[in-house]
């Protein structure tokens, strides 16, 4: 049974690259947010995640409003979706002009300097499009990481997809992939983590909207290994087809302590970033699972074994599990 929905769900991907790119992007648009009310309608195990979650980022919204964040949530998730099956097909003028970050200054000041740059995001806008705006506007290859997914055939149709738009995909698995970031940080390189949600047992322990949640000790530990700049970045939408960001100051090495104190400070540093953001734009965020240990039921916390973890089926969310 399995397997038969793992090719279902690598064929209905398959159909979104395959379809909605040929679409005008008016048509897009319309479809996505179709979708998106559909699935809002229905008040699936998802949408009550998302909802849930959003009430630890606005704790004072009524249920009303609560209900109006999941609905332009679920909008803002299928714009992220029918975007990323366009992009492929989007000329390189129309990527220069479909992303506006703000600070960049951070990122090609940190380029200059040759110590290497980890940008690390949250899952809010299109953390896709901007990797792409990267690759054409400022012509800056960039390695990142992804989850192994299920089927394989699906992990494989990601890293395609992704590798098109110029990006160096490693698979999270297996043991080598921080190795291998570590020496394009010593090369001067560029690497990009999407960081608000630890799925292993090495996650950093954050306060993050007043409770604890685990992120990725990932970034802080390259940054302090490497010497290389972790810069947060922030996404987000507004009534226009252009998405805007921001490059926020660098996290710095603490000059005092051990290594994990030193991964903790810093995991909480970008931890205060991130909720700056998407206290800023909560519709932004596409968190539609679990974050919060409070949240986790025990039994199935991916820190005491990741494949109990009820948010790593790919048929609900294959995104989900991309660092």
Known sequence: MSDLRGRLTDGAYALGWSAVKKLPEAAAVRLG??????????????????????????????????AELSRAGMRSYLRYWMESFRLPSWSPERVRTGFEPKDLHHLTDGLASGKGVILALPHLGNWDLAGAWVTTKLETRFTTVAERLKPESLYDRFVAYREGLGMEVLPHSGGTAFGTLARRLRDGGLVCLVADRDLSASGVEVKFFGDTARMPAGPALLAQQTGALLLPVTLWYDDSPVMRGRVHPPIEVPETGTKAEKTSVMTQALADAFATGI???????????????????????PAKDPEKDPDKDPAKDPEKGTP
Request: glycine share 2%; no cysteine.
């Open 279 to 301: 206290a800023d734009h909560p519709e932004d965020w596409h968190m539609l699972q679990r974050l919060w240990l409070a949240d986790l039921d025990p039994a199935k916390d």
């Open 33 to 66: 947010r179709t979708i998106a009310d559909l699935a809002w309608k229905r008040r699936g195990e998802r949408v009550l995640r998302l909802e849930s979650n959003y009430a630890r980022v606005v704790p004072d919204a009524t249920p009303e409003r609560l």
